[in-house]
């Protein structure tokens, strides 16, 4: 059944008892609503925008991240989460018209084409630095802190990019029809090392010494966001799930008989479970049971496009590090440029300092942004449960905070998936329904819209010179 919005302080009086109620329209919460219902369990999904995944989930750069990134970090645990996704979307989401990755007779992964597909057939490229570059030069003026670090990642980086290399090789060559690509590939050792796929750097549109850098296609992509989104809506609805937009979550209360969850419409809805899902609220929600840190992170969007490949600097050196995606809607091509910058959501002057930084590295890497008709920065914040303040955590989390109570956070939009299918079998203590049948013409267009890059340039019509810096986390 769909739902209007209704209206505020009114009671509705349709479907006030579910089976589980989820708070947070966002992609871990669709996802995880989604799974719920084709399960057969009646969920309810409440959003307090007007419609779904327009906050933290429609502010990202619509990177797909299979893994390719997490590649060079010496823990396995990063790696195993990412190509574990893998493993899942191929498992619970393969009967998804659109979900446009398969495995070919002989195994191997490949990207097919779709009218409106999930992934882009436009993997990311790496430009790796050696150790000959000047990021590495302990000549340089430079913070003394960052001195033993330099002198560390002279020895260190080699081993790294030969550990990043070699998991790559065993991600192309394995055999995806066995199902535990998680377990196989991040074991990658020196037998798995090959230049087989290393090229030298040569981009007269990227301002890198090509002689202090090589590239290396990738196995991450580009994706639909539009598409995901409005695939898991049809499929949510198709199953009987309910969604109420505009609508806070209040509190809830435990009664002998299940939940009682009140919603800023006035309404108190009965439910046996509750997962909440609402990134930087969530602390707030559970009267500080969990501990969460929202982490702020710039992003640039250039048009026209100041390059014509998705391309990723590799380096240990967190603000030299850049990427550029590239991005079409109704015939206009943009940029979408991010970098490894990011402060504190509540530290204004970290803030402004992370998003310039990021301009000026924009800017002599891609000589195009100068001249560039649209320079639009604005911040997109991700939530994390994490261990320590000192670090970031990329991974999904599920945590029980009270009796038949749980919070969820996605880590990454492409971690949704397999955060949905955990969240189900830890709530549920069995898998979800791998089968999926819905109604893919049903128009979803009151609960899905455009990402904020997409929008702002699907909207531009007379455009001239300008640079307009926007906090919309």
């Known amino acids: ?27 871990a919460g669709l996802c995880t609503a989604e799974i719920f219902a084709r ?6 999904l409440v959003e307090k925008a007007e419609k779904l995944c327009m906050e933290t989930s429609g502010l990202h750069h619509e990177w797909f991240h299979f893994g390719s990134l ?31 990755l398969r495995i070919d007779g002989c195994g191997k992964l490949l990207t097919v084409a779709k009218s409106s597909p999930w992934i882009r057939k436009d993997n990311l490229k790496y430009v790796i630095t050696t150790t000959d570059d000047e990021d590495f030069s302990l000549s340089n003026p430079d913070n003394s802190s960052n001195f033993m670090y330099k002198m560390g990642m002279k020895f260190l980086w080699n081993k790294a990019i030969k550990q990043f290399v070699a998991r790559h090789n065993r991600f192309y060559k394995y055999d995806w029809r066995k199902g ?22 040569d981009d007269s549109e990227i301002s890198l010494n090509p002689e202090t850098h090589v590239s290396m296609e990738s196995y991450d992509s580009p994706m ?45 809805v009965k439910t046996k479970r509750l997962i909440l899902a609402s990134g930087n609220n969530l602390a707030k929600q559970t009267k500080n049971k969990i501990k969460v840190k929202s982490v702020v992170s710039p992003l640039i969007i250039v048009y026209p496009r100041v390059c014509s490949s998705n391309v990723v600097r590799l380096t240990p050196f967190m603000d030299q590090t850049i990427n550029h995606l590239k991005h079409s809607i109704n015939g206009k091509d943009y940029s979408l440029i991010g970098g490894g910058y990011f402060a504190n959501k509540d530290d204004n002057e970290a803030i ?8 000026n590295k ?26 320590s303040v000192k670090k970031r955590n990329y991974l999904y989390r599920i945590e029980k905070v009270d009796n038949d109570v749980y919070v969820t956070v996605p880590g990454k939009f492409s971690l949704a998936f397999s955060l949905a299918v955990n969240t189900f079998l830890k709530i549920m203590g069995h898998y979800p329904n791998t089968y999926v049948t819905y109604d893919k013409e049903m128009d979803v267009s009151q609960y899905v819209g455009l990402t904020k890059h997409k929008a702002l340039i699907d909207r531009l019509e007379n455009v001239s010179h300008e640079l307009k810096v926007e906090t919309v986390y």
């Not at 059944?1 to 992609?27: A, C, F, H, Q, W």
């Not at 969604?243 to 419409?265: C, H, M, P, W």
């Not at 402004?352 to 301009?359: I, M, Q, R, S």
């Not at 001249?371 to 994390?384: C, N, P, R, S, W």
Request: charged residues 25%.
């Open 352 to 359: 402004e300092k992370a998003g310039f930084d990021l301009l």
């Open 70 to 100: 997490y590649s060079i970090f010496p823990n396995n645990q990063f790696l195993r989460t990412m190509v574990g996704g893998i493993d899942d979307l191929l498992l619970y989401y393969r009967d998804f018209e659109s979900m446009n």
């Open 1 to 27: 059944m769909r739902l209007s919005t209704p209206d505020k302080k009114m009671i509705n009086p349709l479907s006030k008892e579910y089976e589980t109620v989820i708070v947070g329209g966002g992609i």
């Open 224 to 268: 639909y966001a539009l598409h995901i989104i409005s695939d898991l809506t049809r499929s949510f609805l198709s199953y009987g799930g309910e969604i109420r937009t505009a609508t806070e979550f209040e509190e809830y209360q435990n009664k002998r008989d299940g939940k009682r969850v009140i919603l800023s419409d006035g309404s108190v």
């Open 39 to 44: 399960s057969g369990i009646k969920t309810l």
């Open 362 to 387: 924009a800017k002599a890497i891609f000589s195009r942004v100068a001249d560039a008709e649209v320079v639009h920065l604005y911040y997109g914040t991700k939530t994390e449960i994490i261990s």
């Open 180 to 201: 535990c690509s998680s377990h196989y590939i991040p074991k990658a050792g020196w037998l798995d090392y090959s230049e087989k796929f290393i090229n030298k750097f």
